[in-house]
């Protein structure tokens, strides 16, 4: 079994900072793309951030120039540093992972729980 387990969130003021981090462990063989997604109370899912595991990164429109993904392959975690924050990025911010079981030669996708991120104006 997997597990993905966040850390992080919290409670920030307008235009300051927070790094959210989430860790695997489990039975992995490898761990391909990783990412950073948020869903504000009444919206839909929405991708943050991605990396892949050659370290090119996707982001948001919405938080470029912003929000950093980076990746620790050896401790299989993802980092999302979050810069200059903005009221708008209040939400639950969820890793995933698109990893390869060491028992097995599939991909599977796996969640992290959620860690809450409120940025008052």
């Known amino acids: 079994q997997v597990h993905l387990v966040e850390s992080g969130g919290g409670l920030v003021q307008a235009g300051g900072s927070l790094r959210l981090s989430c860790a695997a462990s489990?039975?992995?063989?490898?761990?391909?793309?990783m990412g950073w997604y948020r869903q504000a109370p009444g919206k839909q899912r929405e991708l943050v951030a991605t990396i892949a595991n050659d370290g090119s990164t996707n982001y948001a429109d919405s938080v470029k120039g912003r929000f950093a993904i980076s990746r620790d392959n050896a401790k299989n975690t993802v980092y999302l540093q979050m810069n200059s924050l903005k009221p708008e990025d209040t939400a639950v911010y969820y890793c995933k992972m698109r990893l390869v079981l060491s028992s097995t030669v599939y991909e599977y996708v796996y969640w992290g729980q959620g860690t809450q991120v409120t940025v008052s104006s």
């Open positions: 489990g039975s992995i063989f490898s761990i391909n793309a």
